[in-house]
Each structure stands twice: as structure tokens, then as C-alpha cells.
């Protein structure tokens, strides 16, 4: 038996230090195919990594995105961590407030379902007054592409969907999202450790 199997839900963090602090992103995805743990990790590196690099000029170059790990939910176990080395940060102006984050949405047809990830580290030159600029908000759709079309590819073949899930049974209830809706404004993130998503 694979270490992740067709239908599984696995849990993917990214993790970014930034100013001492570290910002989590998370996002789950269902399996579409069995994998090792080893060649599950490697993809979820490459997908994250492809989607981070498309906002990567917007991210403060103090940034330092260190890790990214993997648990499947269905069965509990731990996939492993893997260090980032798809990109690096490139902003080398002045990071916006902690609390500030770029907000990508992922709504679904589930009532009251709806996705988030805030992005970490945006600098002052991304906006102009109270809004994006217009080179931020489509290097954010980039990105939002990349989280919702999943990823297929790789040696064996790794193939998982991106899915927004229960906050409560994650494992056992999600939906596909049917869209992204990118913010104009920067976001506040209240109640949450900075960068945390979905």
C-alpha cells in the first residue's frame, strides 16, 4: 500500500520566516493517484514552488521560505518536509505590515465554503495607495491558477486537485473550488498567525 492512495486528502504546508516569525500557507488536495510519501513530497514542492514563483517580485527579499510538509489526513500519517528551492523572494523594497497580506479566494458551490490563502510578505511598492497595482493582482492570478489546477506530472506520475475542506472533518468533507477571486485591496488577517490559508 502507498504511503498517499486515490482519494486521499493530503494536507500541504508552506512555510516562510519572516522578520523571526514564521507564515503557513495550507492547502489541501485530493489525491488522484498512489504515490510514496518521497515522490509525493517532491511534487507538492515543485506545484508550491511554481505558484510562489510567480508572486516572488512581490515578496519582500527578507523573506526566507524554508519548508514544505505533508500529512495525509485520510490515514493520519506524517508524508515528511522538504526544503524550498523552486524560489526565492525578490522584493527589495519595504515589506508591509505583518497583519497586511495579498488575499487570493477560492470560492465552491458549497454554501458558506469558500477557500482563502493570504500571501505573506508583500512590499509597499505592490500598491498604489489603497489598491494593487495592476502587475500585483496578475501575478496573484497567476498564482491562483497554479493552487487551483492541481498538479499532474513527475516520475512515477503524482496527480492531485486542489479542494477546499471543513474546517471540522477535512478528511471526509470538501469541495472543488469553482473559481478564484483575486482581492484589489490588501487584506488584514485577524485572529490568525500571519500567512495562514484555507
Request: proline share 6%; with cysteine; charged share 15%.
Amino acid at each position: 500500500m502507498s504511503d498517499v492512495n486515490i482519494n486521499d486528502i493530503v494536507l500541504i504546508k508552506v512555510v516562510i520566516v519572516l522578520g523571526g516569525s514564521q507564515m503557513l500557507n495550507v492547502f489541501h488536495v485530493l489525491a488522484a493517484s498512489d504515490n510514496d510519501g518521497p515522490d509525493f513530497m517532491t511534487a507538492a514542492e515543485v506545484w508550491t514552488s511554481a505558484a510562489y514563483y510567480t508572486v516572488r517580485s512581490q515578496i519582500t527579499n527578507t523573506a526566507v521560505p524554508t519548508s514544505v510538509s505533508a500529512q495525509n489526513l485520510t490515514t493520519g500519517n506524517i508524508l515528511g518536509s522538504v526544503p524550498v528551492s523552486g524560489w526565492a523572494p525578490a522584493n527589495t523594497g519595504d515589506a508591509l505590515p505583518y497583519g497586511v497580506s495579498a488575499l487570493v479566494t477560492f470560492p465552491t458551490a458549497t454554501s458558506r465554503r469558500r477557500g482563502r490563502t493570504f500571501i505573506p510578505g508583500f512590499c509597499e511598492s505592490d500598491g498604489n495607495g489603497a489598491v494593487w497595482t495592476s502587475g500585483t493582482v496578475g501575478a496573484m492570478g497567476d498564482f491562483a491558477d497554479i493552487i487551483i489546477n492541481g498538479y499532474v506530472g513527475g516520475t512515477p506520475t503524482v496527480d492531485f486537485l486542489f479542494v477546499v475542506a471543513d474546517a471540522v472533518n477535512p478528511s471526509t468533507d470538501f469541495s472543488l473550488p469553482t473559481g478564484t477571486l483575486i482581492r484589489s485591496i490588501p487584506a488584514y488577517q485577524r485572529r490568525r498567525k500571519q500567512g495562514v490559508g484555507i
